[in-house]
């Protein structure tokens, strides 16, 4: 079955410590989406993906990074930058970068500080 | 104030209640989504809609773009319903923006 795969499920990072969120989807969907949830908040973009080697800055992108070499993978770095990274982290996709197509989304990945 | 505003907050039903969570936004859209958040955090999509209503089982999603609103209605409610409902609109810019959420908890 198609599908987005976030991994992974629970990830514990260390002070001043880089750590990447995967996710991978079979989907053949050019848009992808990296969105940060805090408890009782709407999920807020981190960054955003139209196209294979392109993508834009979201909402929140600061302390985050990301690549896009593979029309499938859009992994999300957490950086040392980010000072308050515990969250809940889910990646979506969309058929295209238009509005009118629904996104999918992955289970999600949460994120602690130890 | 945020572009997608979602009421009530917090939902407690007895099984067997009609439901009907709103969302209201103040920007031009090409579609909204209607979205169902599990316990365990996963996402699943329930209806998008640029129209009208639309009908899935047990859940009504109706939306009225001249008055940039939506409602998604459950009828005979039940306790696996308990979840967290979020509307999102797609701007006609493309970047979806989405409410804050509404927690159902539906009781036995």
């Known amino acids: 079955d198609g599908g987005i795969t976030q991994s992974p499920k629970y990830l514990f990072r260390k002070e001043g410590q880089n750590v990447t969120l995967s996710c991978e989807q079979n989907?053949?969907?050019?848009?992808m989406y990296w969105y940060r949830q805090d408890p009782g908040q709407g999920l807020r973009l981190i960054y955003y993906?139209?196209?294979?080697?392109?993508?834009q800055k979201g909402d929140i992108a600061e302390g985050y990074s990301v690549s896009r070499e593979k029309k499938e993978s859009f992994p999300l770095t957490v950086t040392s930058a980010q000072k308050n990274p515990t969250a809940f982290y889910l990646c979506?996709?969309?058929?295209?970068?238009?509005?009118?197509?629904?996104?999918?989304f992955g289970d999600g990945t949460r994120l602690s500080i130890l | 104030k945020n572009e997608v505003e979602q009421s009530p907050q917090n939902l407690t039903a007895q099984e067997g209640e009609f439901i009907t969570i709103n969302c209201s936004y103040s920007?031009?859209?090409?579609?909204l989504h209607w979205l169902q958040q599990h316990p365990g955090g996963g996402i699943v999509s329930l209806f998008m809609?640029?129209?009208g209503k639309k009908k899935h089982g047990r859940l009504i999603a109706t939306i009225n773009i001249q008055e940039k609103h939506s409602s998604l209605h459950i009828t005979a409610s039940h306790p696996r319903d308990s979840a967290v409902y979020i509307c999102?609109?797609?701007?006609?810019?493309?970047?979806?923006?989405f409410g804050d959420g509404t927690t159902l908890t539906v009781k036995p």
């Open positions: 979506a996709s969309r058929l295209g970068g238009a509005g009118n197509q629904p996104q999918h």
């Open positions: 989907l053949n969907h050019d848009a």
């Open positions: 993906s139209q196209i294979v080697n392109d993508f």
């Open positions: 920007v031009g859209i090409s579609a």
């Open positions: 809609l640029s129209s």
């Open positions: 999102a609109v797609n701007p006609n810019a493309g970047k979806s923006t």
